[in-house]
């Protein structure tokens, strides 16, 4: 149950060692309806065979250009869209085929952070109603618990009391999205999937979201799926970072690694195109020509090969799998 203070309760040392999450070969597909009959001619592979587990109290950042497929992968885990194959583990309990009232029961302690602070929040609901509906739709609490939680809520992501009798269409972009965040936070979540959290924010008020990210990390021992396509916010929020390629991990390793000695050829680029903050340092700017191949159809073998500069013959054909290649160190490259 709730309680009216949101004081956080301590977790032991053994239970924030272990997994909170578990993704096992996780697929997506959303059929391609066509012809008289409107029969399924093909499938958006939108998410294609992913596998991934998040320990208690860290963040694992998924990062990919645009229509990759880390949004979609975000909202399966949280079962707002249902999974083509896979199975999906939260505190060891596979949720991949719950329903209804055990659904509803786990997504108390699973919740989601959109990119848009604009349309994700009611504009017809004063923000303290929007912030205590969660608490009201799943626990029994009388009007003056109910106000305390939000005050305290409000409170925590750095926004007045007196927000609680304003709309939402009267706050700043950075404001809307302490409120969204204050929300996901009304149940006392274990997972938070924040997807793109920041990216419809001004830059000058990024970086007060994503400490405020942090902060209440801290305080409230919350697990993040952290999900964003600009690489130096995922290395600010991330301990293990996984970068997708059209619907695929193809890296997946400790931050510091990632970024020290990144593996795949597409990681490489990415990380290449980051700005260095001393412009008299030189990079080595690795340019992919082309655009990312469509996901209803996929270049056969590696999903990568007709961008990468170090293609080989076999990559056309054969599919790389995802393997360590050093300690905590994934690659799905045949160069490795
Ligand atoms: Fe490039 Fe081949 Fe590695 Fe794919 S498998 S990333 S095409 S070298």
Do not use: W
Not at 57 to 68: A, F, I, K, R, Y
Not at 137 to 165: T, W
């Amino acid at each position: 149950m709730i309680t009216a203070s949101l004081t956080p309760k301590k977790q032991s040392a053994s239970s924030k060692s272990e997994n909170l999450l578990e993704v096992h070969n996780l697929k997506t597909y959303y059929p391609v309806k066509g012809g008289f009959f409107r029969r399924t001619i093909g499938n958006v592979k939108a998410v294609d065979n992913i596998s991934f587990e998040i320990k208690r109290g860290d963040t694992l950042g998924l990062v990919g250009e645009s229509g990759c497929g880390k949004s979609t992968a975000g909202r399966t885990i949280l079962r707002l869209l249902t999974p083509t194959e896979g199975e999906i583990f939260f505190e060891g309990k596979n949720i991949t085929r719950q329903s209804g009232r055990n659904l509803r029961e786990i997504r108390k302690d699973m919740q989601m952070v959109f990119q848009d602070p604009y349309a994700s929040l009611n504009p017809m609901q004063m923000v303290g109603d929007i912030i205590a509906e969660p608490i009201y739709n799943f626990y029994k609490r009388s009007k003056s618990e109910l106000k305390q939680i939000v005050m305290d809520l409000l409170d925590k992501v750095g926004l007045p009391s007196d927000a609680y009798y304003k709309y939402a269409h009267e706050f700043s972009g950075g404001q809307r999205q302490r409120i969204a965040i204050a929300r996901s936070l009304a149940l006392r979540p274990k997972l938070i999937i924040a997807d793109e959290p920041v990216s419809a924010l001004d830059v000058s008020v990024q970086s007060q979201v994503l400490n405020l990210l942090k902060d209440l990390q801290q305080e409230f021992e919350l697990t993040f799926l952290f999900i964003a396509h600009d690489l130096s916010i995922v290395k600010h929020m991330s301990d293990r970072i996984g970068v997708m390629y059209l619907g695929n991990i193809v890296e997946l390793a400790d931050k510091s690694n990632l970024y020290t000695k990144p593996l795949h050829p597409y990681t490489q680029a990415l990380i290449s195109a980051i700005p260095s903050p001393d412009p008299r340092m030189k990079k080595n700017r690795i340019i992919l020509t082309g655009d990312i191949p469509s996901p209803i159809n996929p270049p056969s073998g590696c999903p990568f090969h007709p961008r990468c500069p170090a293609a080989m013959e076999d990559c056309s054909i054969n599919k790389p799998v995802l393997k360590e290649v050093k300690a905590s160190h994934l690659v799905a490259c045949h160069l490795y």
